[in-house]
């Protein structure tokens, strides 16, 4: 293999994860949620404020910092109304879920016409790549694979504590109940409303944050409905990873990778049927859920409100 | 009693009816709050809507044939739930039902059928593979137990992915490239596998889909309240223990109830494509799906309740893209009204329930 390959594939492996991030953040969130009980259908419209509210911010106040911390505080109130809808009034978690996808779309592209009317497409102020001493250095893999923004690094620490706190702490072993037997949970004197709740804003966090990367770590700009489904691919993530940590994860980075290809190919001249490699996670995950892909097990207590 | 009690009380003797309306008003006045907010008069938003709602004859008959496609989702919508089923897959189930009406008309032979059997065995097509897309999710809920939620939205996004790669090849469904700026859709259907206007000489787009959805909405109403099959999807819905022990074929019900999901919204696939768009574009669906699921849910069961519901935004829709025209506020005001009718209506129908039990 000579130097160009290994530069390509470097290449495409740094774009397979880019590619990969807003999915794995959303997915990560929703992990928690789902494990706890919560389908949480609304990532799609959490990562689009994120994606919105991060980019005003940075726009305003000229730091991508800043506008990180933004997306986060303006995703909060959405999160809180779906765990209040869902957990407290027992709302129907799909419907509600769907209802605040549309008003998410329909807000942050009225905002965004108002705010910046024909200015749009404007370049915003996004993070800085940040190198780990050493490893961007390496020959040819190392400016492609190694020159990420934060958020990267971050999103990868992400997963590691939430499968440590999942599979060893006594917060993992409630979120497990809640989703599970939620009524145990209960009698053994915990809360399944503050557990959901949590677990609901936790992935709105998440969620805020993969929606930043996208505006403010890889596009630098906002455009409207820019998430365009990648909420929905965290959640076909967590399906396909078996409701897993790491088998999410993995599942993520190849959903990266398939987008990655519809970029490369061509590029490459090779023709490539785009449609083909969009549908593929779909594909995917239909067979997963199918039984086709080994024996699903979503959390028993999924989707269900709990009445004491 | 307070007044606020009283009030509960006077909702909830009526929920079916007085629900969706207030989950409506309240919307539609966030709607004109953010209009007032962002400096637009209210007169001349209000203008510009009334003009491309009902202003003309053509913009009367676009509004209502974009209602009779969401009601075709709507109603399908409400023929699953009725078994507690919820389909969410109404845009791929439209795709999908575009895509085989287009292949019908333009080269699977129906341009040489007698008569109005040129546009009726397209649009038939059509329904029957919205139904057999749909009884997918239908035949995995009954044999692997995969919550239709899931399956209905996965398989919808492939039809909506399958839609848009079969118009981007010339040996699928796009129009020969004659040059470069050949666009990415597939030919126009030939005039006589297009459905025909409802009334002849009118001025005005409405197509005969709308006759053929009274007629549906009538059996839909006889299927749901007077059949066997309706009882059993009742049953499903409540109690699917309780209805095994009473001998009725659950899985056979289920598969049937998403196959009828499906058909309705293929049906509307159907129109769209022979009665409004008459060649097969990128982004076919564009939202109806989504549209019809409101509609079906803010029906919340009810026949009538769909066709008012997909009245409203039909012509809410119409309004919406003229204000965004001639008044410069921006059409995704109807979006916002929209997810505002749906949380509104998820976090109320709870409060109601606890109004009558206490």
């Known amino acids: 293999m000579d130097g160009g390959w290994l530069a390509l594939t470097g290449l495409f492996a740094g774009s397979s994860i880019r590619l990969a991030m807003p999915m794995l953040y959303g997915a990560l969130g929703e992990l928690v949620s789902e494990r706890a009980g919560v389908l949480n259908l609304s990532i799609e419209g959490m990562m689009l404020t994120g994606a919105f509210a991060g980019a005003m911010g940075s726009l ?39 209802g605040i996808n549309i008003l998410v779309l329909g807000g942050t592209t009225f905002a965004y016409r108002e705010l910046l009317g024909n200015r749009s497409r404007v370049q915003i102020p996004g993070l800085d790549s940040w190198q780990p ?45 809640a989703g599970t037997e939620p009524t145990a949970l209960d009698k053994s004197g915990g809360s399944v409303r503050r557990i959901r709740y949590g677990a609901v804003v936790f992935a709105g966090v998440m969620s805020a944050l993969g929606g930043a990367f996208l505006s403010l770590g890889d596009i630098h700009t906002f455009t409207e409905g820019m998430t365009n489904g990648a909420g929905y691919l965290a959640l076909v993530g967590v399906i396909f990873g078996n409701w897993r940590t790491g088998r999410t994860v993995l599942a993520c980075l190849f959903f990266g990778a398939a987008t990655a290809l519809q970029f490369q190919l061509p590029a490459l001249g090779v023709p490539a049927p785009t449609a083909l490699l969009i549908m593929l996670p779909y594909v995917m995950a239909l067979l997963a859920v199918a039984g086709l892909v080994g024996r699903q097990s979503p959390p028993p207590a999924l989707t269900q409100a709990y009445l004491p | ?94 795709a999908i039902g575009g895509m085989a009406s287009t292949a019908l008309c333009l080269y699977g032979g129906a341009a040489t059928l007698p008569g109005p059997l040129a546009w009726i065995v397209p649009l038939g097509a059509a329904t029957l593979a919205g139904g057999a897309w749909s009884a997918i999710a239908g035949v995995l809920k009954v044999r692997v137990g995969t919550n239709e939620v899931i399956s209905t939205l996965l398989l919808s996004f492939i039809a909506v992915w399958m839609l848009y790669g079969s118009v981007q090849s010339t040996s699928l469904l796009r129009q020969p490239m004659t040059n470069s700026a050949t666009l990415p859709e597939s030919l126009e259907i030939p005039a006589n596998t297009q459905v025909p206007a409802l009334i002849d000489g009118l001025d005005m ?50 598969v049937l109830a998403m196959f009828i999901a499906g058909a309705f919204a293929g049906l509307a696939g159907g129109f769209m494509l022979q009665g409004e768009q008459f060649a097969l574009k990128a982004r076919f669906p564009s939202g109806y799906g989504l549209d019809g699921l409101v509609v079906g849910l803010l029906a919340r069961g009810s026949v009538k309740g769909v066709l008012a519901s997909a009245l409203l935004f039909g012509f809410l829709r119409s309004g919406g893209i003229s204000m965004e025209l001639s008044a410069n506020v921006p059409s995704a005001i109807v979006l916002i009204i929209q997810g505002l009718v749906v949380l509104l209506l998820a976090g109320s129908a709870w409060w109601l329930e606890r109004a009558v039990r206490h």
């Open chain 1, 60 to 98: 305003a106040t000229g730091q991508p910092l800043l506008g990180l911390v933004i997306a986060v505080a303006a995703v909060l109130p959405i999160a809180l109304l779906q765990a209040w809808l869902s957990v407290t009034l027992h709302a129907n978690q799909i419907v509600t879920g769907i």
């Open chain 1, 133 to 177: 001493a050493g490893l961007a250095d390496l020959p040819l893999i190392g400016p492609a694979l190694f020159q990420q923004n934060a958020l990267v690094y971050v999103a990868l620490g992400a997963a590691l504590a939430i499968a440590l706190v999942l599979r060893y702490t006594a917060l993992g072993l409630a979120i497990h109940a």
């Open chain 2, 205 to 254: 787009p409405l197509h005969s889909g709308a006759a053929v959805l009274l007629a549906l909405a009538i059996i839909v109403t006889v299927l749901l309240q007077r059949s066997l099959f309706g009882l059993r999807l009742r049953a499903v819905g409540l109690n699917p223990m309780a209805a095994r022990r009473a001998g009725m074929p659950i899985a056979t019900t289920i």
């Open chain 2, 1 to 94: 009693m307070t007044a606020v009690a009283s009030l509960r009380l006077a909702f909830a003797g009526r929920p079916a009816l007085l629900l969706p309306i207030g989950s409506v008003v309240v919307a539609l006045l966030c709607g004109l709050g953010l209009i007032v907010a962002v400096g637009v008069p209210l007169q001349d938003a209000i203008a510009a809507f009334a003009d491309g709602a009902w202003g003309s004859a053509y913009s009367v008959g676009a509004s209502l044939n974009r209602a009779v496609a969401l009601a075709l989702v709507g109603l399908g919508f409400i023929v699953a739930h009725r078994a507690n089923l919820t389909n969410v897959g109404g845009e791929g189930q439209i």
